[in-house]
C-alpha cells in the first residue's frame, strides 16, 4: 500500500510539495482521468469523478500484492474490458442508472476480482 498511504500521509501531513510533484509529473495521466470524468459524466463534478478514478487505480494498485492475487492475467483483462463495455453501455441506456457509474464500474470490478479468487477466471 505504498501510494495510497503516501497519499494519506500527505494529505494528514498537509504536504502540499509532495502533491505538487505527483501532479507535475503525471501530467499525461492527470490529462486522461480528466478527460474521461468529463465524458463519462457530461462535464457535471468532473473533478470529484477524477479523483475518485486516480483514489480507486491506487486502491487497486496497493491492496492486490497484500492479498496474494496476481490481476494481470488475460482473462482477467478480457473479463474485466468486456463487462466494463457491456456493463457501462447498459447503465447509460437506462436514465436511473445513468447516475450510478461509478457504482456500476466498482461493483462489475469486484465480481471479477470474485471471479479470479474463485477460480473461475485463470
Do not use: C, H
Amino acid at each position: 500500500m505504498v501510494i495510497l498511504a503516501e497519499a494519506l500521509y500527505a494529505v494528514l501531513t498537509l504536504d502540499l510539495s509532495w502533491w505538487f510533484s505527483i501532479i507535475i509529473n503525471n501530467l499525461p495521466w492527470l490529462f486522461v482521468f480528466f478527460a474521461a470524468a468529463y465524458i463519462f459524466y457530461d462535464g457535471k463534478q468532473t473533478l470529484r469523478a477524477m479523483v475518485f478514478t486516480v483514489m480507486y487505480i491506487w486502491a487497486t494498485t496497493s491492496f492486490f500484492p497484500s492479498l496474494g492475487i496476481m490481476y494481470l492475467i488475460p482473462s482477467w483483462f478480457a473479463f474485466v474490458y468486456v463487462s466494463r463495455v457491456a456493463g457501462l453501455t447498459f447503465a447509460l441506456s437506462v436514465p436511473r442508472l445513468k447516475n450510478r457509474l461509478p457504482l456500476i464500474y466498482v461493483v462489475l470490478f469486484y465480481a471479477s476480482i470474485a471471479l479470479v479468487a474463485l477460480g473461475i477466471l485463470t
